[in-house]
C-alpha cells in the first residue's frame, strides 16, 4: 500500500473477523527497538477513557478484542504484533489508531525496514504498507483500522509525531501519568523496589505494588483500593514509564518436618513411564488449565486468530478420516456471539518430531470439517522460513486452515511471565499456573524444549577438527538451524526468568530472506569454525554476545558497553572496576579505542589492585567502550545432557547474564525527555 490508501478487509479474505497486525524494522547496530500502542477512538477522535489505550503496562482489553502479543526476531531485525478481534471491538469505537514510540531521545530515522503488516485469522498475509518517510520523529501512527457502515477498512497513514508516546497518547483524550515524578520515585527507591514520597510532585505519590514470592499470588495490574486501609486513593492513571520488574522473593518456610517430605501436586509426573504416557498427560495438563485460566489461554492462541471467549478443551477425540479414524491428542473451541473457531492439537514430547503424513492428515480434515487451525507442539522451536513439516495445501478449497507451532519452551515461558512477573486475576488461576509450570519443569515430563543438535553435529565438529569442511555442506547449514533454535530458547528461558523481553539479533542484509542467511552463516562455520549470536535484552547496556568456537572448544560471552559522556577516563575504568566487585576473577575486560582494534586488557583479577592498568598509553587516544567476557569450555556432546553443548551454552549464558551483568548501571524505566511529559489534570 502507499501512504494515504486504504482498503476493505472483506476485499482481501474472508476471514477477517479476528486480524494480526505486525510492526516491523531492522536495525543497522541491531540495538534499536521501538514500543507499539493501540488507541480506541470515538466518533470524536478521542478515546473513551484511558483503558482505550493499550501499550506495555496495559496489554490486554477484558473483553480480548486487543492483546500485545509482544515482539518475534525476524530475518533481519523483529516486529511487534498486535491480536485484533474485531467483532469484540465495542459499537462506540469508529477507529483504531496502531503507533510505535522510540524512547531515550532515539528516532525513527535511525531504523530500517520500517512497516505495517496484516493478517487474517489463517495467518495469509493481506497487506504491506512500508513507512519510508518517519523521518526523526519518536512516534509514528502507522495506520488505523475504521468502520465503514458494518465492514472494516485499513488506512496506510505513516504519520511522524514529534511529541512522543506520552505526547501521542495526550492528544487522543489519554490522561497521562506525569512520568517525570514517576521516573523520580524509582530513582529514589531502595534495592527492593521500595519508593519515597514525591513532594516536588505536588503531593504524595502513588504507592507501588510489591511482588510478593512466587509462592503467593501477584497482584492484578490495577489492584481495588481497601477502604478499611484509609480514604480511596485516587484512579491510576496510564504511566509511560515502563513498570519495574522485580524477581520473586524466596518461598517461605515449608511446615514439612524434614526435606524428605514432598509437596503434594496436582499434575503429578512419577507414574509417567513411556512416550505415549508422556505426550497424553502433557496434552491434557495443558489443555485443562488452558480451558481455566482465560489470561493463559489468550497468550497461547490470540496470535493464531482465535478469538477472546468461552473455551472449551477436549482430548483423544475420534475424528473420521477415510477407512481409518484419526484421534488428534486435543481439540480446542472456542465460542463467541454464537460463532465456534476450533483448532486441532498434536503434541510430542521428548525428543520426538512430528510426522507429516500425520500433520497433513489432520490439515485435511480440519479444511473439510470447517476446522480454522491445526496447533503442533513440541519440544522444537519454529525458524522463519524453515517450518518443521511441509504440508500440501490445496488451494482449491475456500477453506483455510492456518498450521501454527508451539514450542514447550514457549508454553512454559508466557506461564513464568504471568505468574512471576505480571500477574493474573485470582489466586485459583495462578495456582493452576504454578501447578502447570512445576510440571513442565519436571525431569520426567518429557517437556524440556529443545534439547538435540541433531545427527549433523558430530561430523560437522569432526569437519572443522580436520579442516575437511567444505563451504556448502548441507550439514553446516543443519547445525546453523540448530544453533538459532537453541539461541532462541536461550532467550525464553532468560525472558522469563527476568520477567524483560529478550530477543535474538539477527544481522542481515536488507530485503536477505532467512534462509540465505542461514546459507551464509553456513559457509563462515566451515571457513571460520565457530557459532556467533547476539542477544538484545531490555534494560541491559548492550547486546549480550555468544561466540562458540568449535576449534578451541570454548564458549564466549561477552557485551560492549560504551564509555560515560562525561568525566574522566581514570575515573572511568575506577568506577567500573568496583561495579564488578563480585563479578567472577577471570572476568577479562578490554577497552576499546577508536581507530585499533584494541586496547589495554587484563582479567578483573589483575585489574582490582591497578584499574589504571585499563588507560591507552597515548592519553590523547579516545576510549570508546569496554568489553567485558567469560570463556569456558564448551560441552561435547550434541545433546541435553550435563555434558552436552546445550546445557553448557544456556550455562554459559546465565552465568554471565547474573555475576555480570546483573552488576552494569542499567536504566530501570525507558522515559521519554521532560519536554514531552504531559502531567494530569
Not at 201 to 207: L, T, W
Not at 293 to 317: I, K, N, Q, W
Not at 596 to 619: C, I, M, Q, V, Y
Request: glycine content about 10%; some cysteine; aromatic content about 6%.
Amino acid at each position: 500500500m502507499i501512504k494515504g490508501s486504504n482498503v476493505a478487509l472483506t476485499d482481501l479474505s474472508d476471514s477477517v473477523g479476528s486480524v494480526i497486525v505486525s510492526l516491523g524494522w531492522a536495525s543497522p547496530t541491531g540495538e534499536g527497538d521501538a514500543d507499539v500502542s493501540v488507541l480506541l477512538l470515538d466518533t470524536n477522535g478521542k478515546v473513551r477513557s484511558d483503558d482505550d489505550f493499550y501499550f506495555y503496562n496495559h496489554p490486554v482489553a477484558v473483553d480480548g478484542s486487543v492483546q500485545l502479543l509482544g515482539k518475534t526476531p525476524t530475518a533481519d531485525g523483529s516486529e511487534d504484533r498486535i491480536s485484533f478481534d474485531l467483532t469484540a471491538v465495542p459499537s462506540e469505537i469508529a477507529r483504531i489508531v496502531v503507533a510505535a514510540s522510540r524512547y531515550e531521545g532515539a528516532r525513527f530515522d535511525e531504523l530500517e525496514d520500517v512497516g505495517i503488516t496484516l493478517a487474517d485469522a489463517a495467518g495469509e498475509g493481506l497487506l504491506r504498507f512500508a513507512v519510508d518517510d518517519a523521518g526523526s520523529v519518536a512516534a509514528v501512527i502507522f495506520g488505523e483500522l475504521y468502520r465503514r457502515g458494518e465492514e472494516w477498512k485499513f488506512r496506510a497513514v505513516g504519520q511522524g509525531y514529534e511529541s512522543g508516546l506520552a505526547g501521542l497518547a495526550a492528544d487522543f483524550g489519554v490522561d497521562v501519568e506525569d512520568d517525570a515524578a514517576t521516573g523520580a520515585e524509582e530513582a529514589l527507591g531502595g534495592a527492593d523496589g521500595e519508593t519515597q514520597p514525591d513532594t516536588a510532585a505536588g503531593g504524595p505519590a502513588e504507592a507501588p505494588v510489591r511482588q510478593p514470592t512466587l509462592e503467593a499470588i501477584p497482584a492484578p495490574r490495577r489492584p481495588e483500593s481497601d477502604s478499611a486501609a484509609g480514604p480511596e486513593a485516587p484512579a491510576s492513571r496510564p504511566r509511560t514509564s515502563k513498570k519495574k520488574v522485580t524477581l520473586p522473593r524466596t518461598a517461605k518456610k515449608t511446615l514439612a518436618e524434614n526435606d524428605s517430605w514432598k509437596g503434594a501436586r496436582l499434575f503429578p509426573v512419577s507414574v509417567l513411564k513411556s512416550d505415549r504416557d508422556r505426550e497424553m498427560r502433557a496434552t491434557s495438563v495443558l489443555l485443562a488449565v488452558m480451558s481455566q485460566v482465560p489470561e493463559f489461554s489468550r497468550r497461547l492462541t490470540a496470535g493464531f486468530g482465535a478469538p477472546a471467549g468461552r473455551m472449551e478443551t477436549f482430548t483423544e477425540v475420534s475424528l473420521p478420516h477415510g477407512d481409518s479414524p484419526r484421534r488428534p491428542d486435543g481439540v480446542i473451541r472456542v465460542e463467541r456471539a454464537g460463532k465456534l473457531w476450533t483448532a486441532l492439537v498434536e503434541t510430542k514430547t521428548n525428543g520426538n518430531a512430528l510426522k507429516t503424513e500425520q500433520v497433513q492428515a489432520y490439515m485435511d480434515i480440519a479444511a473439510r470439517r470447517g476446522y480454522e487451525a491445526v496447533i503442533t507442539l513440541t519440544n522444537d522451536v519454529a525458524l522463519e522460513g524453515s517450518p518443521l513439516v511441509e504440508v500440501k495445501i490445496d488451494k482449491r478449497r475456500k477453506h483455510k486452515v492456518a498450521l501454527w507451532h508451539l514450542s514447550w519452551a514457549e508454553v512454559a515461558y508466557q506461564a513464568q511471565m504471568l505468574i512471576r512477573h505480571e500477574g493474573v486475576g485470582n489466586a485459583a488461576h495462578a495456582w493452576l499456573l504454578q501447578e502447570l509450570l512445576h510440571y513442565l519443569q519436571h525431569e520426567n515430563s518429557g517437556c524440556h524444549g529443545f534439547q538435540n543438535m541433531g545427527p549433523a553435529w558430530v561430523p560437522v565438529r569432526n569437519g572443522i577438527d580436520d579442516e575437511t569442511l567444505c563451504q556448502g555442506d548441507a550439514r553446516a547449514l543443519e547445525v546453523v538451524e540448530s544453533w538459532e533454535r537453541l539461541i532462541r530458547q536461550v532467550c525464553l528461558r532468560l525472558g522469563g526468568e527476568l520477567g524483560q523481553k529478550a530477543l535474538p539479533v539477527q544481522r542481515a542484509k536488507r530485503g536477505t530472506d532467512a534462509k540465505e542467511r542461514r546459507i551464509r552463516l553456513a559457509d563462515q562455520l566451515c571457513v571460520n569454525g565457530r557459532l556467533q549470536a547476539e542477544l538484545r535484552i531490555d534494560g541491559t547496556p548492550g547486546v549480550l554476545a555468544v561466540n562458540a568456537d568449535l576449534r578451541t572448544g570454548k564458549l564466549r560471552t561477552s557485551i560492549e558497553i560504551p564509555a560515560p559522556a562525561q568525566g574522566y577516563p581514570l575515573s572511568w575504568v575506577k568506577r567500573l572496576v568496583r561495579r564488578l566487585n563480585e563479578a567472577p576473577a577471570d572476568l577479562h575486560v578490554e577497552t576499546l579505542v577508536d581507530g585499533e582494534t584494541g586496547g589495554p586488557r587484563g582479567t578483573l583479577e589483575r585489574l582490582r589492585p591497578e584499574p589504571a592498568d585499563l588507560l591507552p598509553k597515548d592519553s590523547g587516544t579516545r576510549i570508546t567502550g569496554f568489553r567485558l567476557s567469560l570463556l569456558k569450555s564448551m560441552g561435547s556432546g550434541r545433546g541435553n545432557a550435563e555434558s552436552g553443548f546445550i546445557r553448557s551454552v544456556d550455562d554459559a549464558v546465565n552465568r554471565f547474564y547474573t555475576t555480570v551483568v546483573v552488576h552494569l548501571d542499567t536504566p530501570t524505566t525507558r522515559q521519554a525527555p521532560p519536554k514531552e511529559r504531559t502531567p494530569a489534570g
